[in-house]
């Protein structure tokens, strides 16, 4: 068996999906029941349905089932914006030790989810390297909290059985039910809907034109695709980024959206907000070199198909659910 934590969520479903298209469908789903997000559990086949809470209290009495052979931790709070600090300890740091701790001591494959937040502001770089951890300096309580189990990882020497994987900006089907923290890819496509036009934040470096801030944009598929290279590979461990690896502007993105939709780019640039200016990141991207010298050869879609495909195929058709 094969577990899910985080299942109904975005990336849990759609690696849940990735599963079920290999024919597996021996997997124990961990999520919060009740939340808008189990929709996405919808098409998809698996075993079992467990709360996390219920989950958690069974692997800590040792009363759960001894045929698993690998967890995929995707369960956690994502939020940028989150402020409770305690609750980010328990539910993105301390479960996740207890889970990495139970697997890895019962020989259990362990592939959990780190995070780009992690980097920060970039300005240490964004290399995947263990030995660049203690660098890294987070802008918000999220990527603390991820960044803080990365470190006990590797002080504790568990990130040598491990493998945590850093997610950039994904985007894709699935994503519905993230609200304020879904992808731009779906906010442009319901601002052209609405008004005809997208709205983008101005910069505020010299070095940067209006919308040509840069991130690393990443389908889902190809996130999957990486994740489940992870499986594959039960020898690799250590932290790896999984990103496409090219970063991109807001002005491609829009322009690609537009161009799915088979409209006119019309973009107008707005002040930033004084809480975020500080904090605003103007450019990310993977350094995907530890994974591709690690055998992972796919070729990675490029934003414009990934988009063409997110909104011809799912947001055109109003179906943000499982069909990856």
């Known amino acids: 068996m094969i577990i899910v934590t985080g299942g109904a969520g975005f990336i849990g479903s759609a690696i849940i999906s990735g599963l079920n298209k290999r024919q597996i469908a021996d997997i124990l789903v ?62 993105n740091y301390e479960y996740t030790k207890v889970l990495a701790q139970w697997a890895t001591d019962t020989n259990i494959r362990f592939i959990y989810a780190s995070s780009a937040a992690t980097y920060g502001d970039g300005s240490a770089g964004f ?81 940067y034109a209006d919308g040509e801030q840069l991130r690393d944009f990443l389908y889902i598929q190809d996130a999957v695709d990486m994740t489940l290279f992870f499986l594959d590979n039960p020898k690799l461990s250590g932290l790896f980024n999984i990103g496409a690896g090219k970063a991109r502007t807001w002005n491609d993105l829009v322009a690609a959206v537009f161009a799915a939709m088979g409209k006119t780019p019309k973009i107008k640039y707005i002040d930033m907000p004084d809480s975020i200016r500080n904090q605003y990141q103007y450019f990310t991207e993977a350094d995907i070199s530890k994974l591709r010298q690690a055998g992972y050869d796919k070729k990675i879609t490029s934003l414009e198909d990934a988009i063409t495909d997110y909104v011809q195929n799912y947001l055109q058709k109003g179906d943000y659910l499982t069909g990856i």
């Open 127 to 207: 290399s995947d390297n263990e030995q660049k951890i203690e660098s890294l300096r987070p802008l918000n309580l999220y990527g603390q909290s991820k960044q803080m189990f990365d470190l006990w990882a590797h002080k504790t020497a568990l990130l040598k059985k491990i493998a945590g994987l850093k997610y950039f900006n994904v985007f894709g089907p699935n994503e519905y039910h993230k609200g304020e923290m879904r992808s731009f890819v779906v906010k442009a496509f319901e601002q052209i809907n609405a008004n005809g036009k997208v709205r983008l934040f101005k910069s505020y470096k010299a070095e």
């Open 30 to 91: 961990v999520d919060e029941h009740g939340k808008d997000k189990c929709k996405n559990l919808a098409n998809l086949s698996f075993a079992d349905y467990a709360e996390k809470n219920d989950f958690m209290e069974k692997v800590v009495d040792k009363n759960i089932s001894t045929d698993i052979t690998a967890v995929f931790h995707m369960g956690a709070c994502s939020d940028t914006t989150e402020t409770d600090t305690e609750y980010l300890r328990r539910n």
